[in-house]
């Protein structure tokens, strides 16, 4: 419905609300499911060699970053970052040598549900250190429309994190 929030209650994004992921052998035509209709999983992207597919999923109750092995077959969670992409082409980047992924990210003190009634973000300042930037303030003021804005412009805001696909960190 129109009135239905962005994201599910586990982080995913509506639009990937039954998704899975699959590949096919273009040879053989033979089809394989992934992520077994485990939760929802969206936005596979294949690493550099082509021997590990990234993907966003809520398998285990939240959404994550996961990463399928052709070798092994296994599915893996690589992080416990909670992905934040709005929309279904917001998908993880590999680095070019494969060992890590960019994400977009739930900012650093945001929690997965509502959208508060006037939402304002502080500066915020990695570590104590270094330059900060306001990420997004809006007072809306009681108006139908300012209020629509900002809960779509909130859904658009995210951290960018670089993800260890070995160890995990962030």
Same mark, same amino acid.
């Given at each position: 419905?129109?009135?239905?929030?962005?994201?599910?209650? %586990?982080?995913?994004?509506?639009?990937?609300?039954?998704?899975?992921?699959?590949?096919?052998?273009?040879?053989?035509?033979?089809?394989?499911?992934?992520?077994?209709?485990?939760?929802?999983?969206?936005?596979?992207?294949?690493?550099?060699?082509?021997?590990?597919?990234?993907?966003?999923?809520?398998?285990?109750?939240?959404?994550?970053?996961?990463?399928?092995?052709?070798?092994?077959?296994?599915?893996?969670?690589?992080?416990?970052?909670?992905?934040?992409?709005?929309?279904?082409?917001?998908?993880?980047?590999?680095?070019?040598?494969?060992?890590?992924?960019?994400?977009?990210?739930?900012?650093?003190?945001?929690?997965?549900?509502?959208?508060?009634?006037?939402?304002?973000?502080?500066?915020?300042?990695?570590?104590? %250190?270094?330059?900060?930037?306001?990420?997004? %303030?809006?007072?809306?003021?009681?108006?139908?429309?300012?209020?629509?804005?900002?809960?779509?412009?909130?859904?658009?805001?995210?951290?960018?994190?670089?993800?260890?696909?070995?160890?995990?960190?962030?």
């Amino acid at each position: 419905t129109e009135d239905a929030p962005d994201f599910l209650d %586990t982080g995913a994004p509506r639009d990937a609300e039954g998704a899975e992921l699959w590949i096919a052998d273009t040879r053989t035509g033979d089809t394989r499911d992934l992520t077994g209709q485990t939760g929802n999983s969206w936005d596979g992207v294949w690493s550099p060699d082509g021997s590990r597919l990234a993907f966003y999923s809520d398998r285990d109750g939240i959404a994550r970053l996961w990463v399928w092995d052709r070798a092994t077959a296994a599915v893996r969670r690589i992080s416990s970052v909670i992905p934040h992409a709005y929309v279904l082409f917001e998908a993880p980047q590999w680095t070019p040598d494969g060992k890590a992924l960019i994400s977009k990210v739930l900012p650093e003190g945001d929690t997965i549900g509502g959208i508060p009634d006037n939402v304002s973000r502080a500066p915020y300042v990695p570590n104590g %250190t270094g330059p900060t930037a306001e990420v997004f %303030t809006a007072n809306l003021g009681g108006s139908d429309t300012a209020r629509g804005d900002a809960v779509y412009n909130q859904a658009l805001i995210a951290d960018l994190a670089v993800v260890q696909v070995s160890t995990g960190s962030v």
